[in-house]
């Protein structure tokens, strides 16, 4: 009987070449698993495919609530970006993913996992860096790695072993979706020095094509979780398939970046991702009105180190649950509603409430209703300033 090997299966160029070339060159039977997390329409189709071009069984696991509850809930706690810009979509699904295909392969007796990652790229690391958290036993393939193909070379294979591909050498992109986001690579995209050409970009519209008139939602979050769009109960996964519909139409959530990936290059990427900016800046005003100024500012270097988790692929590590039990901590009073002004592209909180509010109005205004005692700043500035004054006046640096 032939080894079993489990494939990270997508249905894009990679992992599609992947199966045949996996089988073919390691004589393996190979299981094709796509984890479906949202936004990919046609699963269906995707599971036909992998048999079609070789797998022995192809398997389509439904993990969208999975993905909301136990990944995105933890995202918007630790407001998830990287390098200030990119929302982690991919990096965040990574273990899951990974998570299930080992599952799977503890359940058909295999004893060879297989992603389609390349050599260059970040997710090779967070694949497999799962696998050994998860599955130590277990031996690893990475046919990217190893075919030395270019991504034309790779098309032509397809062409030549009569595999679908969903690209040309026209459009050579290489694209990743969940409901988080939606990333787009290769082509024209890999020269950062030309504008992002007009048909990379399939989630959004141009935000100068986007509605002369704003567009209003409000968001409310219970503890952290949205729980309701313009005051109607939703689940997450229906909120966040709104908010991507919606924010998409008024030009919200593209990001043009160059990225510095884990593995040391530099990357010029184009990511879309409507909801989770939405939500992500919706979630952190709402945390600016009820949460106090110290557990604020902690909590931002604590952010920092959470996203790096996360983009490193250490996401089943010690470290990872203790900032998760300290993001949870903060999350019990982000309770309220946050109204998000989207336009042209942009999405700005513009009013917001919570029964948790510290917000206090007669210490805030200037106006008749003021109580607080502007005399006791003297005092207060006093002291505050008193270690730089002491220190002038021993040294005379600043004098």
Same mark, same amino acid.
């Given at each position: ?12 160029l990679?992992t ?6 996996i089988?073919? %060159?390691?004589?393996v ?19 036909? $495919? ?34 200030r ?11 899951l ?17 297989a992603?389609g990652?390349?050599?260059k ?5 967070? #694949? ?12 690893v ?35 990743? %979706?969940?409901?988080w ?12 020095s ?7 970009w399939?989630?959004?519209?141009? /935000? ?5 008139? /704003?567009?209003?939602? $409000? ?6 979780? /949205? ?15 709104t ?5 998409g ?34 979630? $952190? ?6 949460l ?11 952010? @920092? $180190?959470?996203?790096?988790m ?15 039990? #300290? ?28 029964p ?6 007669? @210490? ?33 640096k600043?004098?």
């Open positions: 009987m032939a080894e079993k090997c489990v494939l990270a299966y997508s249905g894009g990679d599609s070449v992947a199966i045949r070339w089988a073919e %060159t390691y004589d039977d190979v299981i094709a698993v796509a984890v479906d997390v949202g936004e990919e329409r046609d699963y269906e189709g995707i599971r036909a $495919k992998g048999e079609q071009v070789g797998a022995v069984e192809s398997i389509v696991v439904d993990a969208k609530e999975e993905f909301f509850s136990d990944y995105i809930t933890r995202a918007l706690a630790a407001n998830l970006t990287y390098e810009k990119y929302v982690c979509f991919t990096a965040l699904a990574r273990p993913l990974a998570q299930e295909q080992v599952r799977v392969a503890r359940e058909y007796g295999a004893s060879l996992l992603h990652c390349t050599g790229g970040n997710d090779q690391v967070r #694949f497999e860096v799962t696998y050994a958290a998860l599955a130590p036993e277990m031996r393939i990475a046919p990217a790695r190893e075919w030395g193909m270019t991504r034309e070379q790779e098309i032509d294979y397809a062409e030549e072993h009569g595999i679908p591909v969903p690209v040309a050498k026209a459009t050579p992109y290489s694209t990743d %979706t969940n409901m986001g939606h990333s787009i690579e290769c082509g024209l995209i890999e020269d950062p030309l504008e992002a050409p007009d048909d990379a399939s989630w959004t519209v141009s /935000p100068q094509e986007a509605p002369d008139e /704003p567009t209003y939602v $409000k968001v409310t979050f219970e503890q952290g979780v /949205p729980v309701a769009l313009d005051g109607v109960a939703m689940g997450g996964v229906a909120l966040i398939d908010l991507n519909q919606v924010g139409a008024n030009g919200v959530g593209r990001v043009n970046m160059m990225e510095n990936r884990l593995v040391g290059i530099k990357s010029r990427e184009l990511y879309e991702a409507p909801a989770a900016t939405i939500l992500l800046e919706a979630h $952190k005003d709402l945390e600016s009105l009820v106090d100024r110290e557990t604020t500012h902690f909590k931002q270097g604590m952010e @920092l $180190k959470w996203t790096e996360v983009y490193y692929g250490l996401w089943f590590t010690p470290l990872r649950e203790a900032l998760d039990a #300290f993001m949870a901590e903060t999350q019990k009073p982000v309770t309220g509603d946050v109204t998000v002004k989207l336009y042209k592209g942009t999405a700005e909180a513009v009013a917001r409430t919570s948790n509010s510290l917000y206090d109005f007669s @210490l805030a205004t200037y106006g008749e209703e003021d109580v607080f005692d502007q005399a006791s700043s003297r005092g207060f500035i006093e002291l505050f300033g008193l270690p730089a004054k002491v220190v002038s006046m021993v040294s005379k600043y004098q």
